[in-house]
């Protein structure tokens, strides 16, 4: 028995209840890709393209035959998907039997037992762009209404989307500026053991850290990790002592 098709309204709004910062992009693109496929009510399989330095792939997927027609553009360097990606506009392929602009992979769907399509583009960020993909087993399966209600889906999913990357890209600055904290104090650190030792100025300590870091190939920071691991030990062997 065939499931009805999910409210686009009730999707938008599990679409929004995601959290971005208990759910990783993965299973963000993979719930778009399902919501998509649970909204329509004709049965079809949908993907999403991201496009990230002029390199292309299926980042979700509902059916193998989804992803393969997608990576079939991608051998090719041309199709609806990506040049919707590329575009931002909506590619529609009412019939692959009449299909003239990519005929190579028209054929590919015909055979696989596609009969239509729609690409989306989904314009993410200046660095990625993508696009949603509905593939359908009978011949126009995507009028006018059905387009728009993709649309809409997809200006949601697109939202989604730039969150979770603008996330991840928070994450990482997080991590790295917590790195460059934990760098800082080392090589503050070291600084103090070499004033302390030499009675030299803060200018003069990092002077001698980064001769040493040159001299030797290895980064100021690794070179302040020694000199504060040495004089721990020294520390800790003067106290056994």
């Known amino acids: 028995m065939t499931r009805p098709p999910t409210d686009p309204t009730d999707a938008f709004a599990e679409l929004g209840r995601i959290k971005l910062g208990e759910v990783g992009l993965d299973d963000v693109l993979q719930r778009v890709a399902e919501l998509t496929k649970r909204v329509l009510p004709t049965p079809v399989e949908a993907s999403v393209t991201l496009v990230r330095g002029g390199t292309a792939h299926t980042a979700a997927f509902t059916d193998d035959l989804a992803?393969?027609?997608?990576?079939r553009q991608y051998a090719q360097g041309r199709?609806?998907?990506?040049d919707a990606s590329t575009s931002g506009d909506v590619l529609s392929v009412p019939d692959l039997d009449t299909e003239e602009r990519w005929p190579d992979w028209a054929?590919?769907?015909r055979k696989a037992g596609l009969a239509s399509s729609v690409s989306i583009g989904l314009p993410i960020q200046d660095a990625v762009v993508g696009a949603l993909n509905v593939y359908a087993r009978i011949p126009h399966a995507f009028d006018d209404d059905t387009v728009e209600v993709l649309q809409t889906f997809a200006a949601y999913a697109a939202v989604a989307l730039a969150n979770a990357q603008l996330y991840d890209s928070t994450a990482t600055l997080a991590r790295q500026m917590q790195e460059a904290m934990a760098n800082r104090a080392v090589i503050e650190q070291a600084k103090g053991i070499i004033m302390g030792e030499r009675r030299c100025t803060p200018a003069q300590a990092f002077a001698i850290l980064a001769k040493v870091s040159q001299d030797s190939n290895r980064k100021v920071r690794d070179v302040a990790q020694a000199l504060v691991d040495r004089a721990a030990r020294a520390s800790g062997d003067d106290r056994a002592g």
């Open 107 to 109: 054929e590919r769907g």
């Open 79 to 82: 199709g609806p998907c990506l």
């Open 67 to 71: 992803r393969d027609m997608d990576e």
